[in-house]
């Protein structure tokens, strides 16, 4: 319910989940939608390619190598029939020292993965008497956190939930429920000292780590030009550089820029899809990843809002488009790659981030990406599907 504060309970209370009966079920949400209603392009809605201000001479020329990455693991089991279903895997995420890889599932479970040798070795499992709804993303809380509790992940989920999770316990250590909302996105503010969520109902809500309470809900600005997001928002990042910023992007082909002090957005680009967890910001340059077949993986400037590149994605020998659901730059401070996927061509690219070369391709899986995270440390890349598992790739060899 917008403006309404969420609900908390403590965990081994009365874990009770607030739920609209309308919500759309399991199948509904929104990595499965496909192109409906509102999830299709708004032709009137403004284009890269019909704007003027594209400085092409920065677009890289297309790298004719196509080189295929083969998986170094592959984490969980893959499902190949179309019709089982709550195995997709929405949110991927390795721990901050690279040894743990999270997979928030369908089903509503988190698997962690030990990224040396595939096992799984924890399994979180949302308790409840209402019917379990997909967990959409998950994050580990940065090492820099005030709290003495380690291995601590953040979960959100499609009927509302926000939970906290010591992992090693596999215990459920807080749950907030955000009433009358789907929750798609979250985020940690580097510091680990705040946390941000957002989904169905269009807005942003800050809450504090340590009172796990809310402090303030992004929703509006001045005018038409600072009026926040006018439907679903799929993904949230957080700057390194200014604790006060923060990025989210959604259905609304907008990503909103906000400053956390005056709850509005200061500013916005035009022309991003984003329907997964594909914003990300390296310095001045946000990375957008759109679920559209063409100009799908660009870059936009951060003080001017202007369209600064795209990555080529397309070749002209590959029939089938990437649709892409996921972006990310890689976690060094350069952010020297990138790895994008997507659905369509069912496919995960990583490219040279200066040059736009494309280092490698992963195909060959039988439903979408819906999630890619890069190796803390090690040249490595997690890529999640729709077919249940996390495929490890090695992407310098």
Known sequence: MAGEEPMVTEAGGNDEIMVDPTTESQLAFAKNLGPSADHTLNPTAPNVSATSDVRREREPAPNVSFK???????????????DVTGHEVFCTRYSPDGNWVAAACGDGDIKVYSSATGAMQYQLKPQGDRETAPTCCVRFRPNTASSRTKNVL???CANGTVRHWHMTSMKCL?????????VYALDYRPDGLKFATAGQDYQVRIYDEATKTLQSTLSGGYGRTKAGHSNRVFSLK????DPNLILSG??????????????????????????GDAVDLKGHEILSGSWRPEKQLQV?????TQHVRDYVWTSPAQQDHCMLYAAQYSKDLSGKHIVAGGSGSNEARVFERESGNLLGTLRGMHHGVYSTDFHPTAPQVAVASGDGAVRLVNYLQ
């Open 154 to 156: 953040l979960s959100v």
């Open 68 to 82: 295929q990455f083969s998986p170094e693991l592959t984490l969980g089991e893959m499902i190949t029939d179309p």
């Open 250 to 275: 959604g259905w609304d082909n907008t990503i909103q820029i906000w400053d956390v002090r005056q709850d509005v957005p200061v500013r916005s680009c035009f022309g991003p899809h984003i329907t």
């Open 238 to 241: 957080y700057s390194v550089d």
């Open 300 to 304: 936009w400037d951060l003080r001017t």
């Open 174 to 182: 807080h749950t907030i429920v955000e009433g009358d909302n789907q």
